[in-house]
């Protein structure tokens, strides 16, 4: 095949379906380099070995990536300024990772002279558009190769068995009853004993976050501080993006916030039942929505609001690295230069609440708010506001009484 790639980097996890991957293109594109590639989002998992187990199954090398405070800093914090959230509940953990995934193996892709890449996504999820979309809006001749739209394996079933016939090493463990997805931001739970939407999910399935009902009896009040629209401090204390991040992931698990439970539209048509803990960027949300109600102004917000269902589409479907999702960020971060506070947050047994904002930019002025007498507000000015808006309601009632 004239098109046959020489040298493919793939998006590498050790587990069984990137393992039976890795053999099925040195198989399929035979003479072909093999690069694997992990991206350490801060899943937590073990990475070290990774590189003797790539070798065993064929790989010329495995580089890992440590792309956690990019993650943090450059997508996680970009997507908290836009509020962004999808149908309403899910705070786009997975979605946000895709493209900083993306974008590191296109990275090693270049560094490494590979001319194609692969991903273990199937082709029924979101992940496949998300990884291709970003891969080629970085670079527009990448080859993608995606195995599980195109190979004969059907099953995890049929991956042990492959690696049976080709002595692969790896451990084929029972199969989980859903599967999992881990980074800095979030764990996702799908599948499994998750497809019926009317099942409570287990309570052992979750691994960040405390029972609600076993969380400390007594509420703990956390302080964010914000510049230009970025938390940039916990109680006072300075510290990087992920530190940050993995600060409030550590206080809102220990009182049980941060789970959700959606049915979701996935962009490729289908409907799909997602379980979630997302304990940080909950408190995050949160507190920044807190802060933007002192400092900025109420046009600007309308605007911004309105614009979030689509940002959070963009997120979710790929579009990061597109066009009109960096227009839209543009606006947005402009919106920002005065989100400048703190937020007090209460966590209680699975809540989060707003108990206090406080800033030095806030549009907020207690003497034209207050109930009390005041010199400053002409209540009487009231009424010619309100017939001036109301002049097109009262024209349209005026009409419609003389039919």
């Known amino acids: ?20 991957i890795l053999t099925w293109l040195k198989e399929t594109y ?24 790539a070798r065993a199954t064929g790989a010329e090398k495995c580089v890992v990536a440590d792309v956690r405070e990019e993650f943090v800093r450059d997508f996680c914090f970009p997507m908290l300024r ?13 979605s946000i990772a895709r493209p900083v995934i993306a974008k590191a193996m296109m990275d090693v892709a270049h560094a490494e002279g590979c001319d194609a890449i692969a991903h273990g996504a199937t082709g029924k999820g979101n992940d496949q558009v998300r990884f291709e979309l970003s891969a ?33 090493p790896v451990e084929a463990t029972a199969e989980k009853p859903y599967s999992m997805d881990a980074n800095a931001f979030h764990i996702s739970y799908e599948g499994g004993i998750l497809e019926d939407p009317w099942a409570a999910p287990p309570e052992e399935i979750f691994r960040w976050t405390t029972t609600p009902s076993e969380a400390p009896d007594e509420a703990q009040e956390v ?42 539209n996935r962009f490729v048509g289908m409907k799909s039942r997602g379980v979630y803990e997302t304990p940080g960027g909950t408190i995050l949300q949160l507190a920044h929505r807190a802060v933007e109600s002192l400092a900025l102004d109420r046009e600007v917000m309308r605007i911004r609001d309105g614009l979030i269902p689509e940002y959070a589409s963009l997120v ?27 937020a007090r947050i209460r966590l209680y047994k699975g809540s989060a609440q707003v108990v206090g904002r406080r800033s030095d930019r806030s549009l907020y002025d207690p003497e034209v708010a ?13 009424t010619g506001f309100i017939r001036l808006n109301a002049l097109r309601l009262r024209l349209r009632a005026t009409r419609d009484a003389s039919k």
């Open 82 to 94: 836009a509020n962004a959230v999808y149908e309403g509940s899910y705070l786009l953990g997975t």
């Open 30 to 53: 035979e003479g072909c380099q093999v690069v694997a590639f992990c991206a350490d989002v801060g899943q937590g998992e073990e990475l070290t070995g990774l590189d003797e187990k």
């Open 316 to 342: 979710y479907r790929g579009f990061w690295f597109a066009p009109e999702r960096e227009a839209l960020q543009a606006l947005i971060d402009e919106s920002q230069k005065d989100v400048w506070g703190e």
């Open 223 to 264: 302080v964010i501080s914000y510049e230009n629209g970025n938390p940039v401090a916990v109680d006072g204390d300075r510290m990087t993006p992920f530190a940050l991040l993995e600060r409030l992931n550590q206080i809102g698990s220990k009182h049980g916030v941060g789970r959700v439970d959606i049915v979701e």
């Open 136 to 168: 080629m809006a970085i670079d527009p001749k990448v080859k993608v190769i995606a195995p599980w739209r195109i190979w004969d394996l059907k099953s995890r079933t049929d991956c042990i068995e492959y690696c049976k016939q080709r002595n692969i």
């Open 1 to 20: 095949m004239s098109d046959t790639p020489k040298k493919i980097v793939l998006a590498y996890s050790g587990g069984l379906d990137t393992s039976v």
């Open 370 to 382: 207050t109930f009390e007498a005041d010199e400053v507000y002409d209540q009487s000015d009231a």
